[in-house]
């Protein structure tokens, strides 16, 4: 049974690959972004700007890591799926109802 779970694993190239490229279109032009692209220019040490925030992105993706480890661990990948799921679907409307309410108070100004 063992032998089944391992072979339908990914290779390490597909994983890495996914993850970079997932994780680098997330973050293309987020305020992480914005705010490494100011410290950058404010600080006139762009390498050491880079380093602080390579080393922040890191971290605080390996609290995503270990959380994603413990996760799939105590659940079954079905009902994962289905939180994680309804959690992006939350996460969508919330963020609307924000830019909705947001562009309402701009147009009560105007």
């Known amino acids: 049974?063992?032998?089944?779970?391992?072979?339908?694993?990914?290779?390490?190239?597909?994983?890495?690959?996914?993850?970079?490229?997932?994780?680098?279109?997330?973050e293309l032009g987020d305020k992480t972004q914005l705010a490494t692209l100011l410290l950058?220019?404010?600080s006139g040490s762009p390498w050491?700007?880079?380093?602080?925030?390579?080393l922040a992105l890191i971290c605080s993706s390996l609290v995503g890591v270990l959380l994603g480890q413990w996760l799939a661990?105590?659940?079954?990948?079905?009902?994962?799926?289905?939180?994680?799921?309804?959690?992006?679907?939350?996460?969508g409307l919330?963020?609307?109802?924000?830019?909705v309410q947001a562009l309402l108070v701009d147009t009560t100004r105007a």
């Open 40 to 42: 950058s220019a404010q």
């Open 94 to 99: 919330w963020l609307g109802a924000q830019a």
């Open 1 to 26: 049974m063992a032998e089944i779970k391992e072979a339908a694993r990914p290779d390490f190239a597909a994983v890495v690959f996914s993850t970079f490229g997932t994780v680098f279109i997330a």
């Open 48 to 54: 050491l700007v880079f380093l602080g925030a390579a």
């Open 73 to 91: 661990r105590t659940l079954p990948p079905e009902r994962l799926a289905t939180v994680a799921g309804i959690l992006m679907v939350t996460l």
